[in-house]
């Protein structure tokens, strides 16, 4: 039996209202904390800080249904369980009984769970049986299909087969801190797929033939499968300009062997850098090099991420950056790249269609990806949708395949529930975020692994998309503005970079983006999933959204990355 340790900061359970959570230090191990939560009139204990990037869970929302999520990232836990739900968590949480006696409150639990933070699944797998699950793609959506099978314990095969030169890794840090050692953002190291008997295959496929269930490789290699999941993502966009082709250190964004390229380039610093596109990835990208060079980006629209966040909010953004000392060239086109006096190979500068001329010792674009899907593009028994994309039902699954292949990711044209959508039939949506093709992967494993013993459908799990971004503030998204939206309400202090923006179709609130207003996006995403976020009207007339549901949920500054 587990040791039983008190809590230091909890004298009685029935101080714990419904849907409170408390933090209390751990007697006997020091430094160590758990979580005390009560839903539903149940009390439970678990590790107190999400398994992704370590934010206190205390910061977070309960919902009725039994779910704590975090509020820096969306990562959502089973209360009860403490299973993961939704993506970014890699880990579990650990559960711990907790008690009152000799009035004071226990839990009983191994020293190493308590300090250890999560509980991750034993693996390790002696593959058996005729199944053969084949991912194509080296991404989140990867992570999320591959973890997922072996934490149900699928038996199968598992083969991945990617191009990128490094494992599954945290992507979203690319662009933020331009990281040029993979090993620090990989998901899971090496040691870890070799445990759990998953083949991580270096080559590029080249063409499927769905009838004889076989994918070809440029290595001349093939390989079968009974399941197949297509998580390509996406191809970042050139410019096909002028000089952009031929010219070197101008560069794109995708891989760490990229992120390494550029830190090359920018060597000691006090390098001029011109950045094509005000995207997040843009915008991150000349935050990261702000500090000790001189950055300009340039872009066609009004202002930084006006496609996303709308004119007003993207000002502020700018705004921040500029303080940073970040130039702008806003509602500006790009006509030419030219190459540099002191070394013709390389460019010198950007030329902008008003005949502006931005000298540059290296340009990066951030212009947009396109869906990797150029080995289908002539394959008989699909048709592309006209982005490249492939159209997909809520559970993933590409029509008129016997259900045996999958797409997620940034490939996916799915159908979207969240509100602003149809309500019946959901509306197709194609979302470019890390987060949604790791939840779309989790949900397609749990489609693989239900179909092996049950002939019965398996509903498919909801959630809603979120997104975070780190450009010089800490942005929090949640929702989506793919089927457009007619109007915002701003709540908060915008003058001092604290706000909430509620961007509205009609009355439907579609999405939510915050700024140091945690808890609030998380909040959102939980009533967005659940059908019943406030409505516009009730937003102006001045509804906390913290307060839905008679719960209330203290407001934090943001904090984490």
Not at 174 to 193: C, F, G, H, M, N
Not at 216 to 229: E, R, W
Request: aromatic share 6%; with cysteine.
């Amino acid at each position: 039996m587990a040791p039983e340790f008190r809590l230091k900061d909890i004298s009685s359970l029935a101080d714990i209202r419904n849907f409170d959570k408390v933090e209390s230090e751990v007697e006997g191990i020091e430094g160590s904390k758990v979580l005390v939560v009560r839903v539903n009139d149940e009390v439970h204990a678990l590790n107190y800080k999400c398994t992704h990037y370590g934010a206190p869970l205390k910061l977070g929302v309960v919902s009725p249904d039994g779910h704590i999520t975090c509020a820096w990232h969306g990562a959502c836990f089973n209360i009860s369980t403490g299973d993961v739900e939704d993506a970014p968590a890699p880990s579990a949480l650990n559960k711990f009984e907790v008690y009152e006696k000799d009035g004071a409150v226990y839990i009983r639990a191994e020293p190493a769970a308590i300090k250890g933070g999560r509980r991750d699944t034993n693996v390790q797998c002696a593959v058996e049986g005729p199944e053969k699950v084949v991912v194509i793609g080296g991404g989140s959506g990867t992570f999320g299909v591959v973890q997922t099978l072996r934490d149900l314990t699928f038996k199968g095969a598992i083969t991945v087969i990617s191009c990128e030169p490094n494992l599954p890794l945290d992507r979203t840090k690319l662009s933020k801190t331009l990281v040029q050692d993979a090993k620090k953002i990989e998901l899971r190291p090496k040691e870890w797929y070799n445990a759990a008997s998953i083949d991580m295959v270096s080559d590029e496929v080249t063409s499927v033939d769905f009838g004889i269930k076989t994918i070809s490789a440029k290595s001349g290699k093939s390989y079968p499968y009974t399941k197949l999941v297509l998580a390509t993502g996406g191809i970042p966009r050139q410019i096909p300009l002028p000089g952009f082709q031929e010219l070197g250190n101008i560069f794109l964004l995708r891989f760490v062997t990229d992120a390494r390229a550029i830190m090359a380039a920018v060597g000691e610093k006090n390098k001029k850098v011109v950045i094509v596109g005000s995207s997040f990835i843009g915008m991150e990208v000349g935050n990261a090099l702000s500090r000790g060079n001189d950055v300009t980006i340039v872009d066609t629209s009004k202002t930084p991420l006006e496609r996303v966040l709308g004119e007003e909010v993207g000002k502020f953004f700018q705004t921040n950056l500029e303080k940073s000392g970040v130039k702008f060239k806003m509602s500006a086109g790009v006509d030419k790249a030219t190459p540099s006096k002191s070394d013709p190979s390389k460019v010198g500068a950007v030329h902008l269609q008003d005949g502006t001329v931005l000298p540059a010792d290296l340009v990066i674009l951030g212009v947009g990806v396109r869906p990797a899907t150029d080995f289908l593009r002539d394959n008989p028994v699909i048709s592309l949708e006209k982005d490249g994309s492939l159209k997909t039902d809520e559970s993933f699954v590409v029509s008129g395949l016997r259900g045996d292949v999958f797409a997620i990711g940034d490939i996916a044209t799915y159908p979207y529930h969240g509100p602003g959508s149809d309500p019946k039939k959901g509306t197709y949506t194609r979302i470019e975020h890390w987060n949604v093709a790791q939840n779309a992967g989790r949900i397609v494993a749990r489609m693989i692994v239900h179909s092996l013993t049950s002939s019965q459908p398996l509903k498919p799990k909801s959630f809603i998309p979120i997104f975070w971004s780190a450009v010089g503030m800490q942005l929090r998204y949640c929702g989506s503005i793919a089927g457009g939206w007619d109007s915002l309400v701003l709540k908060g202090e915008p003058e001092n970079s604290k706000f909430a923006a509620y961007y509205c179709k009609g009355q439907t609130v579609v999405a939510v983006a915050t700024i140091a207003m945690d808890p609030i996006m998380a909040q959102s995403a939980v009533l967005m999933r659940r059908g019943n976020m406030p409505s516009k009207k009730e937003i102006e007339d001045g509804l906390d959204v913290l307060v839905v549901g008679g719960r209330r949920t203290s407001t934090f500054v943001s904090g984490g990355i």
